[in-house]
Structures are given as structure tokens and as C-alpha cells.
């Protein structure tokens, strides 16, 4: 069955970087997108951008270009989000995506989420 | 950026109510639509997709419906596990958004 499983809970310090990971199980991991997405505490659901995990192109949402890197190894079915810089307002769970796609897309399988935590 | 608004933002009801969600897209979108479901402390969960289909594995109460920029989800008879917040997201165009999310509570 598919399976994203996202990497453990983080705390940094303002200007840190954070590497958050999701490793893909029971599909191709190459036939498929991988999005990130964004929910600040009590808010809603924020589309961070998403990986061609064939070409390795990555594409941003405004606002998160600059600091926000995807990563991937494909030698072991994982997407990787580094964030740079770290800011109190990158507090927030971040959620891997699988983006399927067939005429429209969708996010069909989610990673657990990663919960971002940024205090002095 | 496309804007999604949903309404309301929140709601109450009852077990065994029928529950209707709208969202508006600020252009039209076609079809490109989608419907999650989100639990506390939980990952998102696919429900409808292209406005209309049912993800597999979902109960069949729930339904989609709408094109263009107006789109509905209903939920036909409330279960208990269905409370819960629910998000429409375009995939029409980069950036996808996302509404604000309509959370469904208990009467």
C-alpha cells in the first residue's frame, strides 16, 4: 500500500535551517509529483510548490521561493523540503503530498506531517 | 492567484443531517476541483476529486458537485466521524489553493 512517511518533529532557533524528509513506499516513486504543503498553527492548508521527481524541476508558490529547497534521492524513494533562514512565521506543519495526475490532479496519499517549531 | 472561498466557515449539526459545503472559485476552473477532509491532528484525506468523482474507499454519502466557479460538497446523512474541517482545492492552475476550510461540530 502506499505510504509517506515524513521525518520527526523539529525545533530550531531563528536563522537555522531544517531538512524535513518523506520516504515513499508502494508505488513508483519516479511516476508520480511530490508536493509540499503548509498549515500554521489553527490555520489552513497552504500550497508550498512541487518536485517532478522524473526531471527534478521544482516549482514554487510565491512567497516561498529563495528559502524553501526541494530535494530528492531517488535511490531511496525520498523527497526532502530544507528550509533556510528560519523565521517564527515558518512555524507550522509541513505535509509531503503525492500529486497524482490523470486530466486533473489531485493530492492523493499524505505524508503523517512534520511539525516545525521555530523559538528563540 | 486563484481565490477559493468556502461558506460558511463553520457550522453545526446532527447526526443523521444532511450537510451541504459551497466553494467559489475567483475564475472558473472547469472541473478542476477537489474536496479533503482533515481530523484534528491529522493529515488530509482525499475525498472528491474533479469536482465530482469519488475517491475509492470513501463512503458514498458523500458527493460533489458543481463546474466553473460554484461547487458543492454534501455529505447526506452526518456521521459521527465526519465531523471534521473540510478544504475545496483548484488544481486548474500553479499556484493550487486552497479555501479556508469549513469545520463541521456537533450540535
Known amino acids: 500500500q502506499v505510504q509517506l512517511v515524513q521525518s520527526g518533529s523539529e525545533l530550531r532557533k531563528p536563522g537555522a535551517s531544517v531538512k524535513v524528509s518523506c520516504q515513499a513506499s508502494g508505488y513508483t516513486f519516479t511516476s508520480y509529483a511530490m508536493s509540499w504543503v503548509r498549515q500554521a498553527p489553527g490555520q489552513g492548508l497552504e500550497w508550498v510548490g512541487w518536485v517532478n521527481t522524473n526531471t527534478r524541476n521544482p516549482t514554487y508558490a510565491q512567497g516561498f521561493t529563495g528559502r524553501f529547497v526541494f530535494s530528492l534521492d531517488t535511490s531511496v524513494s525520498t523527497a526532502y523540503l530544507q528550509i533556510t533562514s528560519l523565521k517564527a512565521e515558518d512555524t507550522a506543519v509541513y505535509y509531503c503530498?503525492?500529486?497524482?495526475?490523470?486530466?486533473?490532479?489531485?493530492?492523493?496519499?499524505w505524508g503523517q506531517g512534520t511539525l516545525v517549531t521555530v523559538s528563540s | 492567484d486563484i481565490q477559493m472561498t468556502q461558506s460558511p466557515s463553520s457550522l453545526s449539526a446532527s447526526v443523521g443531517d444532511r450537510v451541504t459545503i459551497t466553494c467559489r472559485a475567483s475564475?472558473?476552473?472547469?472541473?478542476?476541483l477537489n474536496w479533503y477532509q482533515q481530523k484534528p491532528g491529522k493529515a488530509p484525506n482525499l475525498l472528491i476529486y474533479?469536482?465530482?468523482s469519488l475517491q475509492s474507499g470513501v463512503p458514498s454519502r458523500f458527493s460533489g458537485s458543481g463546474s466553473g466557479t460554484d461547487f458543492t460538497l454534501t455529505i447526506s446523512s452526518l456521521q459521527p466521524e465526519d465531523f471534521a474541517t473540510y478544504y475545496c482545492?483548484?488544481?486548474?492552475?500553479?499556484?493550487?489553493?486552497f479555501g479556508q476550510g469549513t469545520k463541521v461540530e456537533i450540535k
Open positions: 475564475q472558473s476552473i472547469s472541473s478542476y
Open positions: 482545492q483548484q488544481s486548474y492552475i500553479t499556484p493550487q489553493t
Open positions: 503530498a503525492r500529486l497524482f495526475y490523470s486530466g486533473s490532479g489531485r493530492f492523493d496519499y
Open positions: 474533479a469536482a465530482s
